[in-house]
């Protein structure tokens, strides 16, 4: 058994998870990987692989796509998008529908690893989902929250591109003068201080329905000529996530034992005369576009799906990478999360190596369970067998 040391320094966009856990973080965080084997992941062989399998094909679709002597993460365990297209056909080639055949691929394409922050394997890890909405594609009546679409002045900027000391962190903004220069808050942007006011997609009847679908992202909106429209994430202002929940904690009108999604809305919907107030604390704001097609889409270009789908911190970990994850009951009454799941997604609020956001789906059940989740965990990383070899490790210790 061996270790692998990767320094990367994430940066702390100031929020936190979507239900505003107050979790310390390091300043500096580390991402350690442990080798292990398959029978350290607990109930590794149980989970009926099903649904996942159509994960993997999604996101076998997108990196099928890449040059093959691309790497695939920054750290060589992770290998090149070769190794991965050749794991992508053979998983072509087996029976999808056969969970025996599918835990015997992943057993032979790839090697588990612990994932560590410095020395602790215990992380955070909430939950999000496909909010629902009422709206119209024209102001009247009851709809007039509008939600915008992205403007062509918009100009986001991953700073890992130009510097890899600055590997994961990304700023946006407006250009004036040949200068990029920060674009409008959220409160600017509501209350139509910026240049686009007309450039909305879609007018919805509750501006704590169009705070919440910001924060997770993607939604669907039920139109008022009976058509539905299913809307995903196009951009962001670049100001930082602040998780409005620190703030009514703050005001001590939530605590943090009780502070979750559902009594953070329940105080905004109770309290309409402060509720711009308090959703304008959160700077950031985010636009959306028309989806065609399966969906809800994750930052990793492929349609999600409902508890396979993973939200982690790019910083550390690629998209594509199976997970193993063994997780506290996501809400009282329910059991642990112990099964496989893909980093196919991530967020403002998803800081650190150890730290997942889970995809519940679309609908009341998966809000209720997302909106309560906060969850401590750990999870394992596969990576492919062919890369460890390359590497000159001994790939056989992990069968």
Not at 98 to 109: C, K, P
Not at 312 to 337: M, Q
């Amino acid at each position: 058994m061996f270790f692998v040391f990767l320094f990367l320094t994430a940066c702390d966009d100031g929020g936190e998870d979507k239900n505003a856990a107050l979790d310390e973080k390091p300043l500096e965080p580390r991402l350690v990987l442990e080798q292990a084997r398959y029978e350290d992941l607990p109930r590794w062989g149980e989970d009926d692989l099903l649904s996942a399998a159509e994960a993997f094909s999604r996101t076998c679709s997108r990196i099928n796509k890449r040059a093959p002597e691309l790497d695939f993460g920054s750290f060589k365990e992770a290998g090149r998008y070769a190794d991965w297209h050749s794991i992508c056909v053979n998983f072509s080639q087996i029976d999808h529908s056969d969970s025996s055949a599918l835990i015997h691929f992943f057993e032979e394409a790839f090697v588990p690893y612990k994932v560590f922050n410095h020395d602790e394997d215990l992380g955070l890890f909430t939950g999000y989902y496909e909010a629902s909405l009422n709206g119209s594609l024209s102001r009247h009546d009851g709809y007039q929250t509008p939600l915008y679409k992205r403007a062509e002045d918009l100009v986001m900027v991953n700073l890992g591109a130009f510097r890899e000391s600055l590997k994961g962190e990304r700023i946006a903004g407006r250009v004036v003068g040949g200068q990029l220069k920060p674009y409008e808050t959220r409160a600017e942007i509501v209350q139509g201080q910026w240049p686009h006011n007309d450039n909305v997609l879609v007018w919805v009847d509750d501006p704590v329905d169009a705070f919440f679908v910001q924060i997770q992202g993607s939604g669907i909106v039920e139109l008022d000529d009976g058509q539905e429209m299913r809307i995903g994430y196009a951009g962001q202002n670049g100001h930082p996530y602040y998780a409005i929940g620190r703030e009514l904690i703050k005001m001590n009108v939530l605590s943090k034992e009780n502070v979750s999604m559902q009594t953070i809305r329940s105080w905004l919907e109770q309290n309409p005369e402060r509720a711009d107030e308090v959703m304008n604390k959160n700077a950031s704001y985010v636009f959306f576009q028309k989806i065609e097609g399966a969906g809800p889409l994750g930052a990793e270009g492929v349609a999600l799906t409902a508890g396979r789908s993973l939200a982690v911190d790019r910083s550390f970990l690629p998209y594509g990478a199976p997970l193993w994850v063994d997780i506290d009951p996501p809400i009282e009454g329910a059991e642990r999360l112990q099964h496989l799941m893909f980093a196919q997604d991530t967020g403002g609020a998803i800081r650190g190596p150890v730290r997942g956001d889970v995809f519940w789906g679309h609908g009341a059940q998966a809000e209720a369970v997302a909106g309560k989740m906060n969850a401590t965990g750990y999870y394992w990383v596969l990576l492919p067998r062919a890369a460890m070899v390359e590497a000159g490790h001994d790939a056989s210790i992990s069968n």
